[in-house]
C-alpha cells in the first residue's frame, strides 16, 4: 500500500485583491465516491481570535460556486472564533469534473455527493474540532438536507441558505420539464446541455445574471472567476436536472424531514427566482426543531449580500452557534 504523505494532499486557493484566500487555512485534495479527485480546504483561527476553536463551520457552496467565492463569509467565521471546512462538489471548482467539456455542469447520482459528502467528513473527522455548524446554500443546502435526513450525528446545528427543494421553472410547467428531463435521458441526452443552451460564464452581467443585488461582492466575483477561469461552469445538463429533481423530492418526504433532530434555520431569500420560498417554508415547518426566516429584497444569494441583507444571515448563524456552544 503506497503512503500518500500531507503534501501530496496539497491543493491551491485562488485569490485576487481584495478577495484573497483568508489566513490560516490551507486546501486539500481528497477522493471521494469512485476515486475522484475533490477539493477541500481548513482554516483555522488566529489564536488572537480564539485560543481554543469554538467548533467548526462544515460549508457547502451551491451549483457552480467553488470554494473562492466564499471567501468573505469564511472570514466571518474565522472571525467568530470557528474553525471552516468548506468544499468544492464534484464536476465544480477545483474537483474532477464528470464531462470533458469542464463548462458542462453535469451530475449523475444524487449518492454520489452524499457518499462524498460522508468521505470529507471522516477525511477532517480527527482534526475538525466540535461541534459542528452545517452551512449550506442552494444546491449545497438541498444535499445537505439529504445527509442530514440519512444522519445528523455528526452536526449540533444547520442554517440553510435558500435550500434547493423545489426549483423555479420559469413557464414550463413542473410536469412538462419532468417529462422532458425523461425523454432526454431516454435517448441518451443526459450529458447535453439543457435546450442547447451552454450559457458562457464568462458573458454573464450585473445587469442580466445577478443573483445578488450587491454589485461590489459580484464584481469581485467576477474578478476571481477571470482570474482562474478554470473555476467556472456554465449550464446545466439534463443529467444535471434530473439530480436537482430527484434531490428536492427526496429532501421533502414528511417522514424525512420529522426524522432530522439538531435545530435547522432555513435562511429564505425575499426575492428569490431560483427556488420556490414557499415550498422552503413548508419543509422547515414540518422539521422537528426547524425555524424559518425570511429575507425582504435579498435575491438568491444572500450570503453575497448587501451588508444590511447579508446581516440577517449572521445574525441567524450567531443565535445558532450560541446555542449549540454554551454548555
Known amino acids: 500500500m503506497t503512503r500518500v504523505s500531507r503534501a501530496d494532499t496539497d491543493a491551491p486557493l485562488m485569490g485576487v485583491p481584495g478577495a484573497d484566500a483568508p489566513p490560516g487555512g ?4 481528497f477522493r471521494g465516491a469512485g476515486g475522484l479527485r475533490l477539493r477541500s480546504a481548513f482554516w483555522t ?11 467548526t463551520v462544515v460549508l457547502s457552496p451551491g451549483r457552480t460556486e467553488p470554494i473562492e467565492k466564499y471567501f468573505e463569509v469564511i472570514g466571518n467565521f474565522l ?3 470557528f474553525c471552516v471546512l468548506a468544499h468544492d462538489w464534484r464536476g465544480q471548482g477545483l474537483s474532477a469534473r464528470l464531462m470533458p467539456d ?21 477525511f477532517y473527522g480527527d482534526r475538525a474540532p466540535k461541534p459542528w455548524i452545517m452551512v449550506g ?13 440519512t444522519s445528523d450525528r455528526h452536526f449540533a446545528g444547520a442554517v440553510l441558505s435558500a435550500p434547493m427543494l423545489k426549483i423555479k421553472t420559469g413557464k414550463r410547467s413542473m410536469w412538462s420539464v419532468k417529462l422532458a428531463v425523461r425523454w432526454n435521458l431516454r435517448h441518451g441526452k443526459a450529458g447535453d446541455f439543457l435546450l442547447d443552451e451552454p450559457d458562457d ?3 454573464h452581467t450585473f445587469e442580466t445574471d445577478a443573483l445578488t443585488t450587491d454589485e461590489g461582492r459580484y464584481d469581485l466575483w467576477r474578478q476571481q472567476l477571470y482570474a482562474c477561469p478554470h473555476l467556472a461552469v456554465g449550464g446545466p445538463t439534463w443529467g444535471w436536472l434530473a439530480f436537482a429533481l430527484d434531490a428536492g423530492e427526496r429532501a421533502l418526504k414528511p417522514r424525512a424531514l420529522k426524522a432530522v433532530s439538531i435545530p435547522v434555520t432555513v435562511v429564505q431569500p425575499g426575492d428569490d427566482d431560483r427556488v420556490w420560498k414557499q415550498t422552503n417554508q413548508w419543509a422547515t415547518k414540518r422539521l422537528s426543531r426547524g425555524r424559518y426566516v425570511e429575507v425582504p429584497g435579498s435575491r438568491h444569494e444572500v450570503i453575497m449580500e448587501t451588508d444590511p441583507l447579508r446581516a440577517v444571515f449572521l445574525a441567524e448563524f450567531d443565535a445558532m452557534a450560541d446555542a449549540v456552544t454554551t454548555k
Open 26 to 29: 490551507k486546501g486539500e485534495w
Open 137 to 149: 446554500h442552494s444546491m449545497g443546502a438541498a444535499l445537505n438536507m439529504l445527509s442530514l435526513e
Open 201 to 203: 460564464p464568462f458573458g
Open 45 to 55: 483561527p488566529s489564536s488572537l481570535v480564539a485560543a481554543t476553536p469554538r467548533g
Open 79 to 81: 472571525a467568530r472564533g
Open 102 to 122: 469542464r463548462l458542462k455542469g453535469h451530475a449523475r447520482a444524487v449518492e454520489e455527493f452524499l457518499d462524498d459528502f460522508d468521505r470529507l467528513l471522516d
